[in-house]
């Protein structure tokens, strides 16, 4: 197991661009006045997590519901759907409130959001993808519980559902009575209650863990960091065109979208100052190796090298030093590919600047990026090819096969 010196945490947290990072890990101190609430209790959201919907899924899962949950809410996908029939009264009462829009939402930022996600969506698929995607693997709890869950034994599947949540969010419809969001996300809430009710019972992520319960709201806040966060840093260094008002609907998008995952408003950043603040004290400090991770990013970058459109492993792994740094890089053992580093350190920026109509001739390179971008949709939005993302089912039981 590689061995994390204070040293290389330093260095990757300026690699990363978060700096501040403080060995050992420091007590919760950002400010809720910097919240979309603009107050609030200042607890540590480590200790938070979602009571109503834990205590209903628990008993769902206690009382051998799942299967009827999960048959219910499968024909439920669309925002202006009604709640389907057949589910217990008490979960169908909670998502009766859980899936309004919060009094702070604001529909024309939301819009903005969509078309924003919409002109830049090769670069948000790669940022997710292979930067975000491969972060996950090196947040300690966040590999875990993964690795020891259900999801853990299939990461195609696992992947699909996350994407599939990604997708959903920058549709250009998706808080419209069209789109899936309001649906989605309220299916991934569930999903995070049912796997805090079971983890806990699993002998192996118990032997592991540094938490009694996981996927507390400050878990869910790390999660955005390493996605919503990363991608805005990304394409701020990447010098992506952004106006000011795209770069605050784009926040938004995400701000709605972790109220609706059960993240207390008090603990949503108002602003990306805030945001970029509250991830220097809360992500980049757990950043470590841990063999659960090492095998998920194995895995995660397998099944996109598998699909046959040119991209090589290399290629991938190189990318994936570009966007995280040397540090993670050699954590997870990634070779190195001289070539394939030029290509992307000359290419990428040549990329970007045809893509936003700054180069008249698409630059050498261009046709490998492109492929790169359906390799990672392919292998992981739609399951290789079959045209429809992967539904999101409840779970009943932890990593099976043990």
């Known amino acids: 197991m590689p061995e994390m010196s204070r040293r290389s945490v330093l260095t990757l947290g300026a690699a990363l661009g978060l700096a501040g ?48 949950v999960n048959a219910a809410i ?28 919060p009094a702070w939402a604001d529909m024309a930022k939301l819009r903005r959001a ?33 690795y020891w869950s259900k999801g853990g034994a299939d990461m195609q599947d696992r992947a699909a559902k996350t994407f599939s949540f990604g997708y959903d969010l920058s549709d250009i419809n998706a808080f419209e009575n069209s789109g ?20 806990p019972q699993s002998p192996y992520w118990k032997a592991v863990a540094d938490e009694t319960i996981p996927i507390s709201n400050q878990d869910i806040l790390v999660t955005f960091h390493s996605t919503g966060t990363f991608a805005h840093k990304k394409l701020k260094e990447w010098k992506v065109p ?40 809360i992500l980049t ?46 954590w997870l053992g990634l070779k190195r590919d001289y070539v394939s580093a030029a290509t992307i ?16 001739i698409a630059p050498v390179g261009f046709y490998m990026f492109d492929q790169l971008v359906r390799a990672i949709a392919m292998a992981f939005l739609n399951r290789g090819g079959s045209g429809t993302t992967t539904p999101i089912t409840i779970p009943d039981i932890n990593r099976p096969g043990l």
Do not use: C
């Open 74 to 101: 499968g024909s439920w996908v669309h925002n202006w759907q009604p709640l389907p029939s057949g589910l217990p009264p008490e979960l169908a009462g909670f998502l009766q409130g859980s899936t309004a829009m």
């Open 285 to 330: 400090p757990k950043l470590a190796w841990t063999p659960e991770g090492q095998d998920l990013a194995e895995v995660l970058l397998g099944l996109t090298a598998q699909v046959d459109l040119g991209v090589t492993r290399g290629f991938l792994n190189v990318f994936v030093r570009y966007q995280l740094g040397n540090d993670i890089g050699d």
């Open 21 to 68: 990072v403080a060995v050992p890990r420091a007590a919760w101190s950002w400010s809720p006045v910097g919240s979309v609430l603009g107050s609030g209790s200042g607890t540590d959201p480590q200790w938070v997590w979602d009571d109503d919907i834990d205590r209903i899924m628990a008993n769902v899962i206690d009382t051998g519901q799942v299967p009827a």
């Open 242 to 281: 952004m106006s000011s008002a795209d770069e605050e609907a784009f926040l938004h998008s995400w701000q709605v979208a972790l109220h609706f995952l059960g993240v207390r408003d008090e603990y949503i950043p108002a602003t990306w100052a805030a945001a970029h603040s509250q991830a220097e004290q």
């Open 345 to 360: 350190r000359a290419g990428w920026p040549t990329y970007i600047a045809f893509r936003e109509g700054l180069l008249p």
């Open 114 to 146: 969509a078309d924003f996600n919409r002109r830049k969506d090769t670069y948000l698929f790669l940022i997710y993808g292979l930067g975000g995607g491969i972060m996950s693997t090196v947040i300690p709890r966040e590999a875990k519980s993964v």
């Open 180 to 199: 899936q969001f309001k649906v989605t996300s309220n299916k991934t809430r569930m999903v995070h209650a049912a796997v805090r009710h079971l983890l």
